[in-house]
T-cell receptor
Framework: GAVVSQHPSRVICKSGTSVKIECRSLDFQATTMFWYRQFPKQSLMLMATSNEGSKATYEQGVEKDKFLINHASLTLSTLTVTSAHPEDSSFYIC????????????FGPGTRLTVT | AQTVTQSQPEMSVQEAETVTLSCTYD???????LFWYKQPPSRQMILVIR??????QNATENRFSVNFQKAAKSFSLKISDSQLGDAAMYFC??????????????FGKGTKLTVNP
């Protein structure tokens, strides 16, 4: 158990357009989901914490109007990169924590975003 | 703020040998969680092992074990009988206590492990 999926696995979009990335917990309910960004050969940097039914908490330096997060259900969180620019090209990873107890985060396989 | 330091950007080991990856962290908390994650070329983050700070016994998962030194704030990972499939980036991570604090993971910069046949 504890499988997290992400869709799409990779996406290419033109500069100025918006792109949505979905994160789903497939076999458990996730009250909390996390969105990370990873640049090549670097560590994961937390962008925001997403709680079901409430507004996301963004880390310092992350533009909340650019990276829109919606955690509409206990199994789905979405990250929308609005008005994407080439510097937004990166690997985006989500993780989820079980709703009932537990402290581990289970990671999705990531989404490669390329903005041309 | 909590920080996690992995002082070895790269390590290599011969197949079937043992290797130890280092991790130190800084926190003023007494109760917290520590993790080692593996990220192979597929980029999927895989939990290798976890340790609760209140437990004195070192965690073990098959060929993977940790040396948790709470006073020294050290959390090293030992991989025994290394296999080719162990080649990956390894990230050490810290999580604050569950009550009233942030749940976010703080990651180290990672150690790239190469396993030589």
């Amino acid at each position: 158990g504890a499988v997290v999926s992400q869709h799409p696995s990779r996406v290419i979009c033109k500069s100025g357009t918006s792109v949505k990335i979905e994160c789903r917990s497939l076999d458990f309910q996730a009250t909390t989901m996390f969105w990370y960004r990873q640049f090549p050969k670097q560590s994961l940097m937390l962008m925001a914490t997403s709680n079901e039914g409430s507004k996301a908490t963004y880390e310092q330096g992350v533009e909340k109007d650019k990276f829109l997060i919606n955690h509409a259900s206990l199994t789905l969180s979405t990250l929308t990169v609005t008005s994407a620019h080439p510097e937004d090209s990166s690997f985006y990873i989500c993780s989820a924590r079980r709703g009932t107890g537990g402290y581990e985060q289970y990671f999705g396989p990531g989404t490669r975003l390329t903005v041309t | 703020a909590q920080t996690v330091t992995q002082s070895q950007p790269e390590m290599s080991v011969q197949e079937a040998e043992t290797v130890t990856l280092s991790c130190t962290y800084d926190t003023s908390e007494s109760d917290y969680y520590l993790f080692w994650y593996k990220q192979p070329p597929s980029r999927q983050m895989i939990l290798v092992i976890r340790q609760e700070a209140y437990k004195q016994q070192n965690a073990t998962e098959n060929r993977f074990s940790v040396n948790f030194q709470k006073a020294a704030k050290s959390f090293s990972l030992k991989i025994s009988d290394s296999q080719l499939g162990d080649a990956a980036m390894y990230f050490c991570a810290y999580r604050p206590p569950a009550q009233g604090g942030s749940e976010k993971l703080v990651f180290g910069k990672g150690t790239k492990l190469t396993v030589n046949p």
